[in-house]
């Protein structure tokens, strides 16, 4: 599980920067100090996040010092097996999921976006029982569906019949 945080709100919420020389590197570190003297150092990306560990179904702990008001969002990879799943986007209040195949189908890896650790967990929960469908079927025909190509037929001969009525009122 990683907390995501953004530079600008770290420096509004009083968060000292400090770019450190890292001459066996390709960039220089760069440091956030928050207040109350918790650390996060920005990836080699210019990502900033902390990276903390748990199982999403047993409870994951966040560390002591990082500020929820700060986070941006959280993000979590997972490797699953549990069942067959439709493959898609899947919604859970503040959490959204990304599900595909993984190892040639045995397993599925799941990527895990959300304001608050509690959504994501359980939308993870819901996932692997199964007990919610995907908003986005990855797995669904791309022809659209019959009644919108009607709905355009419709259209189209309500026109025409609009069009000859005027005709048929400005000839007499």
């Not at 919604?91 to 608050?116: C, D, E, F, N, P």
């Not at 009644?147 to 400005?170: C, N, P, Q």
């Amino acid at each position: 599980m990683r907390a995501n945080f953004n530079e600008a709100d770290l420096l509004a919420a009083g968060a000292k920067k400090k770019t450190v020389l890292n001459p066996g590197a390709l960039k220089d570190d760069v440091f956030f100090t928050l207040p109350n003297g918790f650390m996060i150092k920005a990836s080699y990306a210019g990502e900033l996040f902390v990276d903390f560990s748990g199982e999403l179904l047993l409870g994951v702990k966040i560390p002591t010092g990082i500020d929820l008001k700060l986070v941006e969002n959280f993000t979590s990879f997972e490797n699953v097996t549990c069942g067959s799943r439709p493959i898609g986007e899947y919604r859970y209040r503040t959490a959204k999921a990304v599900l595909s195949y993984h190892q040639g189908g045995y397993t599925y890896h799941i990527k895990y976006v959300g304001k608050k650790v509690e959504d994501i967990a359980e939308l993870h929960r819901r996932i692997c029982e199964g007990t919610i469908h995907p908003y986005a079927d990855h797995m669904a025909p791309l022809v659209p569906p019959p009644h919108r190509r009607f709905g355009v037929v419709l259209r189209e001969l309500l026109a025409v019949v609009r069009r000859d009525i005027r005709r048929k009122l400005s000839l007499n």
